[in-house]
């Protein structure tokens, strides 16, 4: 099934714009520097790249817009007629066929130049040859004005039609202006379609949806339709036409028996007649509307004979009559419809070839005897006999409403187990962090038997007989004070760790030397000065570290060339004017406060 997607359609900016973003990506991705002194082969692939890139983002735009919009030949034919109305099919046609030429004549443009740039033998001569090319591209573009212009119209215009789908379950209202058709879409589906006391309130195509047996309908308003001419109808008219006359749809034709829109109860039926053409193979149901003002019993024998020649006639068409104001009718209406429409697909399905192809392959069983007759429980019958059951089970909730507030919710009773007396015993789930259900084994009551059996036949054997009754009273006393000293030995070492985590009281290093075997020798300020001056001299000779920078340098000659190393490797990193070995900052090559703004004149001519 075909979608139709008009609103995805992107916008076609006009031919202003296009060159203006064409000509800064051309700008901003190309290379922007060239000197006269560059081989000339350099000089002429400069140039030619901006010519080829500029050609090939004209044609991407170009292509895109060709693509985006809907070829008159690809789409529906109710979508063909109906661009056809709004926007002139040649027009359209025209407008795409315009810019699909463009595109060819910048591609030859594109071709010619960069052949021209091949033989150029100066960078003034290739630079006046990538001018002309750009210039002739833009020129092309500048003459489309007019068809992009037309173009965004027309995209906008799509974006507003609703999405109709030509193939799916349709119902689609027609008739005069202001006999009720908007308030009937009002009614039966979600959509609002704007509804006034005067004619021609619909100037377009509104489609809501609706559910009938879990299938999804869409529900057509078309504007009002007079009675007059083909040729002489305007463009609202031929909308509902278009409507009428490709979509497969069942109509459902809404009189107004009142004649409140202004037209009588004759000239409804003979615009019927007039468009009767449109509606075949269409399922057809007549809608006698307002009958809230005015029953279909008040009209007169002239009207009902005139109705019943005009729909009964030739198609037996179903008039039924329904309210939109009251609601009185409208379903009624819906469904037979839906109906009638389900009841024509069907039907043109089995008339077509491929019918063959699938009842080939069907095959219905039948029953040997021919009878198949329908089975009914026995119960189900001895109920409708009025015979009542035997025996009645109670049921729990039975037995809660008779007790009430006592009822006891009781699923222990219905455990079938071989003693019943073990119903109700209390059965661990997780016994020492095991799940009681993976030991449970039928022979555990045997197995514990033999085991006991087993351990009375060890015990009688003296296996499990005490060895402290051999032990004499002198073993038994050191044994007891073995146990005596290990428990002090642990309590002393217990005590251990407490005192050693405690605060101790701060000892002076005069104690602390002392206890080494350490003199403390006399201070600087009370000895000779000469003598201090010795001691000094001693200290200041303390032998220092290496500094970082010599640090594994075996002698001076070494640092000396370490250091003309070190200056001579800087000298490039200081061109560039980098801070450090780190520093990857790149200056920018065109500052913006430099060449924002407006370009004065012969700005441009730099390159």
């Known amino acids: 099934m075909a979608s139709y997607n008009f609103?995805?359609?992107?916008?076609?900016?006009?031919?202003?714009?296009?060159?203006?973003?064409?000509?800064?990506?051309?700008?901003?991705?190309?290379?922007?520097?060239?000197?006269?002194?560059?081989?000339?082969?350099?000089?002429?692939?400069?140039y030619i790249?901006?010519?080829?890139?500029?050609?090939?983002?004209?044609?991407?735009?170009?292509a895109g817009i060709l693509g985006e919009f809907p070829k008159i030949e690809d789409?529906?034919?109710?979508?063909?007629?109906?661009?056809?109305?709004?926007?002139?099919?040649?027009?359209?046609?025209?407008?795409?066929?315009?810019?699909?030429?463009?595109?060819?004549?910048?591609?030859?443009?594109?071709?010619?130049?960069?052949?021209?740039?091949?033989y150029g033998d100066s960078l003034y001569r290739c630079k006046q040859l990538k001018r002309a090319a750009l210039g002739r591209m833009m020129t092309i573009i500048k003459r489309q004005n007019s068809s992009l212009l037309y173009l965004e119209q027309v995209r906008q215009h799509l974006g507003r039609l609703p999405s109709i789908d030509p193939n799916t379950r349709t119902l689609l209202l027609f008739g005069f202006p202001n006999v009720g058709k908007s308030s009937f879409v009002n009614s039966v589906t979600r959509a609002n379609v704007e509804v006034q006391p005067y004619a021609f309130t619909t100037k377009s195509l509104y489609v809501g949806h609706t559910?009938?047996?879990?299938?999804?309908?869409?529900?057509?308003?078309?504007?009002?339709?007079?009675?007059?001419?083909?040729e002489d109808r305007n463009t609202i008219e031929m909308q509902a036409i278009t409507a009428l006359a490709h979509l497969r749809a069942c109509v459902?034709?809404?009189?107004?028996?009142?004649?409140?829109c202004g037209y009588s109860l004759k000239q409804q039926c003979e615009l019927f007649n007039n468009i009767k053409p449109l509606f075949a193979n269409k399922p057809i149901i007549i809608a006698l509307n307002k009958i809230d003002t005015k029953r279909p019993e008040d009209l007169s024998a002239e009207e009902k004979a005139m109705l019943e020649e005009t729909f009964k006639k030739d198609g037996n068409h179903l008039i039924i009559p329904m309210s939109t104001f009251t609601?009185?009718?409208?379903?009624?209406?819906?469904?037979?419809?839906?109906?009638?429409?389900?009841?024509?697909?069907?039907?043109?399905?089995?008339?077509?070839?491929?019918?063959?192809?699938?009842v080939n392959r069907l095959h219905v069983a039948q029953p040997k005897d021919g009878t198949r007759a329908p089975h009914i429980p026995e119960a189900v019958l001895a109920k409708r006999a009025g015979i009542k059951p035997a025996e009645v089970r109670k049921l729990e909730r039975d037995m809660e409403l008779e007790l009430g507030d006592d009822y006891i919710l009781d699923l222990k009773k219905h455990y079938d187990l071989p003693n019943p007396d073990h119903k109700y015993d209390d059965?661990?789930?997780?016994?020492?962090?095991?799940?009681?259900?993976?030991?449970?084994?039928?022979?555990?009551?045997?197995?514990?038997?033999?085991?006991?059996?087993?351990?009375?036949m060890l015990e009688e054997a003296g296996v499990y007989a005490s060895e402290e009754e051999d032990l004499t009273e002198e073993q038994k006393e050191i044994r007891g004070k073995a146990g005596l000293i290990r428990k002090e030995k642990a309590v002393i070492r217990h005590k251990h760790r407490l005192n050693k985590h405690r605060n101790r009281t701060p000892v002076s290093d005069r104690v602390i030397m002392k206890k080494q075997g350490i003199k403390r020798a006399r201070s600087l300020s009370r000895v000779d000065p000469e003598t201090a001056m010795e001691v000094d001299a001693k200290m200041k000779t303390k032998k220092a570290k290496p500094g970082r920078d010599i640090s594994g340098l075996r002698d001076a000659k070494q640092v000396k060339e370490?250091?003309?190393?070190?200056?001579?490797?800087?000298?490039?990193?200081?061109?560039?004017?980098?801070?450090?070995?780190?520093?990857?900052?790149?200056?920018?090559?065109?500052?913006?406060?430099?060449?924002?703004?407006?370009?004065?004149a012969g700005k441009t001519e730099r390159r």
């Open 562 to 600: 370490v250091k003309r190393l070190k200056k001579r490797s800087q000298i490039k990193m200081n061109q560039f004017g980098r801070a450090g070995e780190a520093d990857r900052h790149i200056s920018a090559k065109l500052p913006k406060h430099l060449f924002s703004g407006k370009r004065g």
């Open 327 to 358: 609601k009185e009718g409208v379903c009624e209406v819906q469904n037979t419809a839906c109906d009638a429409l389900l009841a024509h697909r069907i039907e043109q399905k089995m008339s077509g070839n491929k019918v063959d192809n699938i």
């Open 252 to 260: 459902i034709c809404v009189l107004d028996i009142t004649e409140q």
């Open 211 to 230: 559910d009938y047996q879990y299938l999804r309908w869409q529900v057509i308003d078309t504007p009002g339709i007079l009675d007059k001419p083909l």
């Open 427 to 456: 059965i661990p789930e997780i016994w020492e962090g095991h799940n009681i259900a993976d030991f449970v084994d039928p022979d555990i009551m045997k197995k514990l038997e033999d085991l006991e059996k087993e351990e009375a």
């Open 49 to 62: 790249k901006k010519v080829k890139f500029t050609e090939s983002n004209l044609d991407e735009k170009l």
């Open 75 to 118: 789409i529906h034919p109710f979508y063909a007629d109906l661009m056809n109305i709004l926007y002139d099919k040649d027009h359209y046609k025209l407008a795409l066929g315009q810019i699909n030429m463009a595109k060819h004549l910048i591609s030859n443009v594109s071709k010619d130049y960069v052949r021209l740039l091949k």
């Open 7 to 46: 609103k995805s359609i992107t916008v076609v900016p006009p031919s202003k714009e296009v060159i203006d973003i064409i000509l800064s990506k051309t700008q901003r991705k190309t290379p922007t520097v060239v000197h006269k002194h560059y081989q000339i082969s350099r000089i002429r692939s400069f």
